[in-house]
């Protein structure tokens, strides 16, 4: 690596155009959108996710506006066996992606004395190991051919910021933060770029299945929390328009939106009164969970629930 690829690395994928582009995530939210863009760009597209029908309802989507799906198969990312036999197929079948794209996610929040044990192994095993095993199976192939490429890891506001409520999530979206940190460096010498999309409020059904462990998400204060955060989400398809232009110029922060990109910059500029806002953040969702009604819910019920959702 010369000295001018210490300071400058050219985009490795400046358009879509022809490229093969894997999506996980892409029945609903912001993957269906990035796929209905990138197919837009003349990407020959990879798709997945855990919903079948969706999935089908992308491709065909796609395919009717006349863009190229070149394969897609329904099946769970958290399963490492199902991606690496995913994986043969596709480049079997296909051959090796230039863009992979890590979108797939569930959610769910609650504090450390409601959330159930289930829950945090749920969003870890989706979040977190669903994005490694599909690294792990599509991304080394991509070093051995040798042209470059990029990679795509969808990680969350809260996996810059210390949302109230967060800690089972933000443990899988800092965990992603982190492997997308060293990669973005460990695949340079490799001309393979790496984008950490960090996404705030985006109007995705995600938003209506997300599970608040311990609070009643049909009351009406909590209802009308979910409102007030519908009416400041951007939508999939602008998220999705940063995401494409994020792999485009080759940047490793993406913000979907700026309040995430200012609330990361005065998290890191002034410390203390950042703590002091998420301070009264955490006052404000207390007050939310006492207005809310308690329920418990049987063990494995709640994680039913986050696997049947999607970004």
């Known amino acids: 690596m010369s000295l001018v690829d210490l300071v400058y690395m050219k985009p490795p ?14 029945a609903s939210g912001i993957g269906r959108a990035t796929a209905v863009a990138a197919a837009a760009e003349g990407a020959e597209l990879v798709l997945t996710d855990l919903g079948a029908e969706g999935l089908d309802a992308t491709v065909a989507e796609i395919t009717a506006s006349g863009g190229t799906v070149v394969f897609h198969q329904a099946g769970d990312i958290s399963d490492y066996d199902w991606v690496r036999r995913f994986a043969a197929g596709v480049e079997a079948e296909v051959g090796v992606m ?9 959610s769910a929040w609650g504090t450390v004395d409601t959330l159930e ?17 599909v690294i792990e199976c599509f991304v080394p192939p991509m070093i051995r051919r040798g042209q470059g490429g990029h990679l795509v890891n969808v990680s969350s ?66 209802r009308s929390a979910v409102h007030r955060f ?73 994680d039913d629930r986050l696997r049947s959702a999607d970004r």
Request: aromatic fraction near 10%; proline fraction near 4%.
């Open 117 to 133: 044990h289930q829950q945090w192994r749920s969003l870890v095993e989706v979040n977190l190991m669903g994005p490694i095993h």
């Open 13 to 26: 994928v400046r358009s879509l155009r022809d490229r093969r582009v894997l999506i996980t995530g892409a």
């Open 157 to 222: 506001a809260a996996g810059l910021l210390a949302f109230p409520w967060h800690a089972a999530y933000s443990a899988s979206k800092f965990g992603l933060r982190g492997v997308s940190e060293v990669l973005r460096f460990d695949l340079r010498k490799h001309r393979i770029g790496v984008s950490l999309v960090c996404p705030g409020a985006v109007a995705t059904p995600l938003v209506d299945t997300v599970q608040i462990a311990g609070v009643d998400i049909s009351d009406e204060s909590v």
């Open 98 to 106: 230039d863009v992979v794209m890590n979108v797939a996610g569930i």
């Open 230 to 302: 519908q009416r400041v989400a951007v939508s999939p398809e602008r998220a999705a328009e940063a995401i494409l232009d994020g792999v485009r110029r080759n940047r490793f922060l993406v913000y979907t939106s700026f309040d995430v990109r200012f609330g990361y910059w005065w998290a890191r500029k002034f410390a203390f009164p950042y703590e002091v806002a998420m301070r009264l953040a955490n006052r404000q969702f207390d007050h939310l969970a006492r207005a809310g009604a308690v329920t418990a819910h049987p063990a494995g019920e709640d």
